[in-house]
């Protein structure tokens, strides 16, 4: 879940949490939900970079375009069974590998989605010592799939200060909740509480 406008309360957001959910983009980071059994997993900071040409690119950037591609993709960021496979048809959405050659082992990645006149930009991994090199060529990797846009994201630590060495500019804070959900038991009882 998330929430869309600053002036969201812990109860407007308690009322429409689904029974299960475990976690909570807290989009303004102003939401105390820790008496209600979260936990926060990290701040971060919006971030925004405008559209512009930049540089070559330091690392061979080509988009994701099969299952198979997308297997190896998500073993190099570590999120397998996460991103489904749907996505890689999905012409609002590219899942970019960056390589140090042509043909060599995915090294850095990242995910661009048009949303209107932006581009957001998440899931970027990369190993030392290319994350700066990564952060450094988004925008022109954004800009190949969707031209003229400003990028949007949020990062944390290392990448976010990457992200602010290469143009990006930070905004606002947003802080992300997670709580851990029970799994319903077989021999809890209709009507009984837990």
Known sequence: MLTLRPGASVADVLTRLPPN???IKDSFACLDLAPEGFDVLFEAHWILHPASRSASPALVWTPVNS?????DWTRAAGLEGIIR??????????????????????VAGAIANETGRVVGVSNVF??????????????????????????????????????IQNGFSPLQPLRIWYRETRPESPLTLRGTKR
């Open 21 to 23: 959910a475990e976690s």
């Open 126 to 163: 990369s190993g030392q010592p290319d994350a700066k090199a990564v952060w450094r060529d988004l925008p022109r990797i954004a800009a190949m799939a969707f031209p003229r846009r400003a990028i949007v994201g949020y990062e944390h630590g290392g990448d976010l200060a990457h992200a």
């Open 85 to 106: 496979a749907e996505l890689v048809g999905e012409p609002t959405i590219r899942i970019f590998a960056g390589r140090h050659s042509d043909h060599g082992p995915i």
């Open 67 to 71: 299952a198979g591609e997308l297997d």
